[in-house]
Nanobody, 123 residues
Framework: QVQLVESGGGLVQAGGSLRLSCVAS????????MGWFRQAPGKEREFVAA????????DYAVSVKGRFTIPRDNAKNTVYLQMNSLLPEDTAVYYC????????????????WGQGTQVTVSS
């Protein structure tokens, strides 16, 4: 079992930045691929970013590429989502997830989920 706790959400103006954190605990979290997903009201949960367990590989949704990054610090069992140049359409609940795959970009490939943190971007 892996437990995930997100933090760092909030209200920000368009063009601003936020950094989300996800602290993992439990069974060797550093060996899991990690990802961030988001879900806006009335929409399905969508992929945002993923990073391999080593941190050597990462991938991003087209909508956030060039604006978001997903660094991880295995010594702290923490993965981050650095969000820059935020847009109103980035408004959503953001979820951290852990995958038993070394690297995954699809919701069904993730085994563990955090409770989510709200990000609201005002225009």
């Amino acid at each position: 079992q892996v437990q995930l706790v997100e933090s760092g959400g909030g209200l920000v103006q368009a063009g601003g930045s936020l950094r989300l954190s996800c602290v993992a605990s439990g069974r060797t979290p550093s060996r899991y691929g990690m990802g961030w997903f988001r879900q806006a009201p009335g929409k399905e949960r969508e992929f945002v970013a993923a990073v391999s367990w080593s941190g050597g590989n990462s991938d991003y949704a087209v909508s956030v590429k060039g604006r978001f990054t997903i660094p991880r610090d295995n010594a702290k069992n923490t993965v981050y989502l650095q969000m820059n140049s935020l847009l109103p359409e980035d408004t959503a609940v953001y979820y951290c997830a852990a995958s038993s795959y070394a690297y995954a970009v699809q919701v069904p490939n993730y085994n563990y989920w955090g409770q989510g943190t709200q990000v609201t971007v005002s225009s």
